[in-house]
């Protein structure tokens, strides 16, 4: 069973940073691509950014390119959204997404996760 928890969401100001975490139980973490996805109240859970299984090729929505860096560490289970320059409209919970154990490319598409966390408020005020 695969279990994800994020954690580092929280307040911060427009222009600020925060660090979010995705910590992974269970053994397809190192085989899997790892997305992170946001939802703001009244939308539907939009693309972020999504890693490879091994960490060297990443992908961003233009929204958060070149503000927002992914990362992981497979010995630790664990992805990282470093977010810099935050803004009022990244305001939303995020969730990581885990894709199934071989299905190691990056995605936009929620329909390939098979595995979500609880998700993390993330809030930017201005």
């Known amino acids: 069973q695969v279990q994800l928890v994020e954690s580092g969401g929280g307040l911060v100001q427009d222009g600020g940073s925060l660090r979010l975490s995705c910590a992974a139980s269970g053994r397809t973490f190192s085989s899997s691509a790892m997305g992170w996805f946001r939802q703001a109240p009244g939308k539907e859970r939009e693309f972020v950014t999504?890693?490879?299984w091994i960490g060297n090729s990443a992908y961003y929505a233009d929204s958060v390119k070149d503000r927002f860096t992914i990362s992981r560490d497979n010995s630790k289970k664990t992805a990282y959204l470093q977010m810099n320059s935050l803004k009022p409209e990244d305001t939303a919970v995020y969730y990581c997404g885990l894709r199934r154990s071989g299905y190691g490319s990056p995605s936009s598409l929620t329909t390939d996760y098979?595995?979500?966390?609880?998700g993390t408020q993330v809030t930017v005020s201005s």
């Not at 098979?114 to 609880?118: D, N, R, S, T």
């Open 50 to 52: 999504s890693i490879n």
């Open 114 to 118: 098979g595995y979500w966390g609880q």
